[in-house]
């Protein structure tokens, strides 16, 4: 090892391969790091291939140059080189079969902890292949497939890893697999590995900005899937290759000079494009090669936008513009806040030149920032911040300025630091026994998988098994754990998983189904008693065989179950069901003046309530409408409870009339006394002490509540409090206080109802 070590670190070469290119940049100590890794891994890997035929060592060569080719640190490189060391160590390391554990231990013994956890981690994420596969067969198959899972299966590889040049390593490998592929594999798994590519790893290596890996990717995937259209691309190419390159290094001096001369100091580049996007941009546009302008691009970079419309000028007047073909996404930035001026002009040889011009700024928000047009080039609709998604977006925004950062600081272990804190950590994603990826909040448990699935099966889960291991109900899932429920035939929740103390749920759409369960159960419950109260008094009535969806109806409501749950809570009263049930069909609302009322004579009452031609009367006040003065009102007279007083505007107090007119009786206030009951309804957005703020109000007025019923509905809190005012005036200045409180959209007073 001491020999290959040290040709490595003189310029020699390791099985071929030129050491110079895969210890690039390195100190003589990250070389010989390196170097062992190479040793260690051609005594490892010797005589063993991967599935698809590659020999391991190869490849792990070819890992190691795509990472070189990044500038990455020599740790990364490393466990490129040792990506299937735990799979095959050499036979003095103690077993042909060596379990993941011993061989952490060698790798951390030889080439470090980093290395070690590295190598683990790139591991870890192989096992998403098979996911992957399926996926591929089925684009393969030409069955649809489901793009918010591919989505997903992206996240997941970057949720699955604590290192995200983990996530290098693993695009290192896909590029090395297919450039194998090109020379040595069937075309069938050509066209698998292709359709996993585009839709796993070029997007990858497209939102962390690391361009050669994604080209690369997409233009082998490309060949795989549509060879002869890409040999047709390519001939085409090739032929205006050396004239085209001649053209752009032409153009780049002549307008390097010419912006030179007007005093602006700017970085002309040739801005290449690759196979892939010219064919995406042929399909896109429904047009040939000939009218790409963009195959020969250059991009302008200035220091402020005045800069920027000078240069365009200065282009327009070298080469002449190209109709609609001008894009100022200066002033009318796109969707995702990309901001540039795109011309597409005519060369001197009469072909398209396409010619971007942007600020530094602007071109570091278009590679690095939030709004960086990987969403743009995926056809994804962009985020705005604050929404669901932004957080992952500014994720990979400073995923990808820690890329940039590298080329500053290789090799420093700032930069490692900053890398390994990089995995995103708000999410976990676990698999179905189907292989389906769900994304679930850091923290969740197997309810919480179980209820993500489907209601019913969170309310019958009894167990889970994770990885096939049976485990408790609140244990902690983690990134890609195959979680697979244990149900019961019949049965609900446990009143237990609502204690946050237990752990058993985490996320809040398991804890609000959970606790609909219990108040449908709640509901169910009243409605029961309602019902049986009901049959009681038909009973009593002799009236089993009434029909009770008329009887809802003359009791204002939609259907029997709502009369049964307002019985149940006590809100319609056996004398209510009496009178509905003698009253026979509902009559036609009567107007307020067909209760025939005459002025009152009698002397002030003990209730503070007069009643036509008689004294000391027993009154009492209603219920279905609580009247308080100086409410317009009338007697009914009832059989052994006195006189029942209504506001004249009661629905039930007009029914009543209709139906025995002689038993009404005048009524009116007489001298105040006491306090009256008066139901106040309150509608306002549900926040966290919207109650107390109320009761608040209601307190610096002096008014006792004796009933609140409280309800919230999507967010929506209705509210009714009984309660006991002197009389209108006190009741609306109050309606009017509660009306200012944040929050709230409405308060009345409830009109009465039969």
Known sequence: MVAVTHSIIKGGSAAGVPSSEICAGLNQDDARLVAGALEFAAQSYAGRSLEHGEPVFEHALGNALVLAGLRLDAQTRAAGILFDAPNCLPADTGGNAPSAEPAAAVLAARFGA?????????????????????????????????????????????????????????????????????????????????????????????????????????????RFLHAELYQQIAQQLDERRVEREAFIEDAIARLSAEVALAGIKAEVVGRPKHLYSIWNKMRAKNVGLDEIYDVRALRVLVDDVKDCYTVLGIVHDI????????????????????????????????????????????????????????????????????????????????????????????????????????????????????????????????????????????HRCRGARVDGHLVPLNTPLANGQRVEIVIAKTGGPSRDWLNPQLGFLHSSRAKTKVRQYFKSLQLEETIAQGRAALEKELQR?????????????????????????????????????????????????????????????????????????????????????????????????????????????????????????????????????????????????DRQGLLRDLTEVLSREKINVTAVKTQSRQHVAYMVFTAEVQDLAQLKRTLALLQDVAGVTSAVRKAGRA
């Open 114 to 222: 980093d290395v070690a956890k590295l190598v683990e981690e790139v591991s870890k994420v192989n096992r998403l292949r098979l996911i992957t596969r399926e996926h591929a067969k089925a684009g393969l198959a030409g069955a649809q497939r489901d793009q918010s899972q591919i989505e997903v299966l992206r996240k997941m590889l970057l949720a699955m890893v604590g290192d995200l040049r983990v996530v290098l390593i693993r695009l290192a490998s896909r590029v090395q697999t297919l450039r194998y592929m090109a020379q040595h594999v069937d075309a069938e798994l050509r066209r698998q590995a292709a359709h996993e590519t585009l839709d796993i790893y070029a997007p990858l290596a497209n939102r962390l900005g690391v361009w050669q890996l994604k080209w690369e990717l997409e233009d082998l995937s490309f």
């Open 541 to 685: 009535e002799g009236q089993t065989h009434a029909n009770l969806e008329a009887l809802a109806a003359k009791l204002e409501f939609a259907k029997p179950d709502d009369l049964f749950a307002a019985i149940g809570r006590g809100e319609v009263g056996a004398r209510q069901l009496q009178l509905a049930l003698a009253a026979g069909a509902p009559a036609p609302d009567a107007e307020e003046e067909a209760v025939p009322l005459h002025k009152s004579r009698a002397s002030s009452q003990d209730s503070g309530i007069l009643v036509v031609g008689v004294d000391k009367l027993m009154t009492q006040l209603a219920r279905c409408c609580k009247p308080a003065p100086p409410d317009p009102i009338g007697g009914f007279v009832t059989r052994g409870r006195g006189v029942s007083v209504h506001r004249l505007a009661c629905s039930s107090f007009r029914r009543l009339a209709a139906a025995q007119p002689e038993r009404i009786i005048a009524a009116g206030w007489g001298q105040r006394v006491g306090v009256y009951p008066a139901d106040i309804e309150v509608v306002a957005n």
């Open 319 to 458: 080469w002449q513009p190209i109709p609609k073909e001008f894009d100022d996404y200066i002033s009318r930035p796109k969707g995702n806040l990309y901001r540039s001026l795109h011309t597409a002009v005519t060369g001197p040889d009469g072909r398209g030149l396409e010619v971007q011009i942007r600020t530094h700024d602007m071109h570091r928000h278009a590679e690095l920032g939030v709004a960086a047009h990987w969403r743009y080039k995926e056809g994804a609709a962009s985020h705005k911040p604050g929404v669901k998604g932004g957080a992952f977006d500014d994720k990979i925004a400073w995923l990808r300025q820690v890329l940039a950062w590298k080329d500053e600081i290789v090799g420093s272990a700032d930069w490692v630091d900053k890398f390994k804190r990089a995995a995103l950590d708000d999410t976990v994603y676990v698999l179905t026994p189907q292989g389906r990826v769900l994304d679930l909040p850091r923290g969740a448990t197997p309810i919480d998988f179980a209820y993500h699935l489907h209601s019913d099966l969170g």
